[in-house]
């Protein structure tokens, strides 16, 4: 199983990036999806989760700024991120729970992407 994340780049304060990171690897079904970021210096944090059905969850610091979804047909998550604050900027890692591959059949437990980087110049 691959995850390939997209669409980091350089935004000024108060702008918008959106993120796509799509599955790939036979998969038959993923439990859950979401996106966790690390600022230089910090620990790993988690930004955004969603489940199959799509329940969400958000970090409090990025509540009403960032909204995840998904599509279970692409095994895609995406994380729009709106009003963007310099303390924002981090590698975004998006990560995927409760993968069942068919070929050959087996479950992950998890898996991650390369990670992105987004920076918010103030």
């Known amino acids: 199983v691959q995850l390939q994340a997209s669409g980091g780049g350089l935004v000024q304060a108060g702008g918008s990036l959106r993120l796509s990171c799509a599955a790939s690897?036979?998969?038959?079904?993923?439990?859950?999806m979401g996106w966790y970021r690390q600022a230089p210096g910090k620990q790993r944090e988690l930004a955004a989760t969603?489940?199959?059905?799509?329940?969400?969850n958000y970090a409090d610091s990025v509540k009403g700024r960032f909204t995840i979804s998904r599509d279970n047909l692409k095994n895609t998550v995406y994380l729009q991120m709106n009003t963007l604050k310099a303390e924002d900027t981090a590698v975004y890692y998006c990560?995927?729970?409760?993968?069942?591959?068919?070929?050959?059949?087996?479950?992950?437990?998890?898996?991650w992407g390369q990670g992105t980087l987004v920076t918010v110049s103030s």
């Open positions: 969603i489940t199959s059905d799509g329940s969400t």
């Open positions: 690897g036979s998969i038959l079904s993923i439990v859950d």
């Open positions: 990560n995927a729970r409760g993968i069942t591959t068919a070929q050959p059949m087996r479950h992950i437990p998890s898996s």
